[in-house]
């Protein structure tokens, strides 16, 4: 069974640049989750996607945004990147969601790197 | 608001020692889910144990064991004989649960970062 990929690994991009990151969840899955870590604020919730449509978000600016396809991939995008949101992006995926407890497998990230 | 404090930033322990991470958390839901993560360097998080608010009962999985004590909101996690390959990342975490059935997602401590020395 294949596990949770995150596309790329690794990124860096510069100041003002907009990215596309992308998640492809286990094979059955209908939520997939997107967490932002870093050494200051650690994991942080972000956005949780479950048949395509935004379920919950974390506190975050309006310029971090996703979607969800109906194969329940999923993209996250951020505009206008700032020096901030260098960090690693997870992926999370499960069965039914948050909301129901179950067990969410994590990809290994992309490593962001805004300079 | 929830929170999940993991006071031991960085334990490092001889191996085959015992070794206990702490967990406390704040909620005012009375139904929530804990869990247990374990980060290694490659980056993903892997899942360890789940317990539901209503479940206090302790969990043994072969060196692994949990103590979830409701009245101290507490969910600590103990390795017995601990090995080099525990050296990792720990993360504590909650999720609480809406009278609707969703969630937020899940809130996680700052972690415990675990050295197991030969």
């Known amino acids: 069974k294949a596990g949770v990929t995150q596309t790329p690994r690794y990124l860096i991009k510069t100041r003002g640049q907009q990215v596309t990151l992308s998640c492809s969840p286990i094979s059955g899955h209908r939520s997939v989750s997107w967490y932002q870590q870093t050494p200051g604020q650690g994991l942080q919730f972000l956005f949780e996607y479950f048949s395509e449509t935004q379920r919950n978000k974390g506190n975050f600016p309006g310029r971090f945004s996703g979607r969800q396809f109906s194969n329940s991939r999923s993209e996250m995008n951020v505009s206008t990147l700032e020096l901030g949101d260098s960090a690693l992006y997870l992926c999370?995926?499960?069965?039914?969601?948050?909301?129901?407890?179950?067990?969410?497998?994590f990809g290994q990230g992309t490593r962001l790197t805004v300079v | 608001a929830q929170k999940v404090t993991q006071a031991q930033t960085e334990i490092s322990v001889v191996e085959k020692e015992d070794v206990t991470l702490d967990c406390v958390y704040e909620t005012r839901d009375t139904t929530y889910y804990l869990f247990w993560y374990k980060q290694p360097p490659s980056g993903e998080l892997v899942f360890l144990i789940r317990?539901?608010?209503?479940?206090?009962q302790n969990e043994i999985s072969g060196r692994y064991s949990w103590n979830f004590q409701k009245s101290t909101s507490s969910f600590n996690f103990t390795i017995t004989a601990s090995q080099v390959v525990d050296s990792a990342v720990y993360f504590c975490?909650?999720?609480?649960?809406?009278?609707?059935?969703?969630?937020?997602?899940?809130?996680f401590g700052k972690g415990t970062h675990l050295i197991i020395q030969p």
């Open positions: 975490a909650l999720s609480e649960v809406y009278s609707g059935g969703g969630a937020d997602g899940l809130t």
């Open positions: 317990r539901n608010s209503f479940d206090e």
């Open positions: 999370a995926s499960s069965l039914s969601g948050q909301g129901a407890g179950t067990e969410a497998f």
